[in-house]
C-alpha cells in the first residue's frame, strides 16, 4: 500500500516561510514524479510545483523565485521550500505521485497539510 505523509504546515506571518515534508513509502521512487498541489477554499486544486524523475522541475508563475522543490531519493522525500509567505498562499497544501507506463498511470495523493498565512 502506498502511502504519502505530508508534514510541515501551520501558521506563518506574511513574509515568513515554511518547509514542507512528504515522505513516501513507494519502493520505486525514483521512478515516479513528485508534486505539491493546493487548494484554497472555493478554488480549483492547482499544482503549485513539479519535479520529474529526472530532475526537471516547474512551477506555477506566482510562487517562482519564492517557492522551492526538491527530493531526496535516500529518505523517499519531497520537500517544499517556501519564502516570502503570501496571505494567497493560504491552502491546503498536498503531495502528488505519479508514474505514467505504456498501458497505465499511478497516481497517488498524500492527506493534505494546512498552510496559514495570516497576520
Known amino acids: 500500500q502506498v502511502q504519502l505523509v505530508e508534514s510541515g504546515g501551520g501558521l506563518v506571518q506574511p513574509g515568513g516561510s515554511l518547509k514542507l515534508s512528504c515522505a513516501a513509502s513507494?519502493?520505486?521512487?525514483?521512478?515516479?514524479?513528485m508534486g505539491w498541489y493546493r487548494q484554497a477554499p472555493g478554488k480549483q486544486r492547482e499544482l503549485v510545483a513539479s519535479?520529474?524523475?529526472?530532475?526537471?522541475?516547474n512551477y506555477v508563475d506566482s510562487v517562482k523565485d519564492r517557492f522551492t522543490i526538491s527530493r531526496e531519493s535516500a529518505k523517499k522525500t519531497v520537500y517544499l521550500q517556501m519564502n516570502s509567505l503570501k496571505p494567497e498562499d493560504t491552502a491546503v497544501y498536498y503531495c502528488?505521485?505519479?508514474?505514467?507506463?505504456?498501458?497505465?498511470?499511478?497516481?497517488?495523493w498524500g492527506q493534505g497539510t494546512q498552510v496559514t498565512v495570516s497576520s
Open positions: 513507494i519502493s520505486i521512487f525514483n521512478f515516479y514524479a
Open positions: 502528488n505521485a505519479q508514474r505514467a507506463t505504456s498501458t497505465t498511470t499511478d497516481a497517488y
Open positions: 519535479i520529474s524523475s529526472g530532475g526537471r522541475i
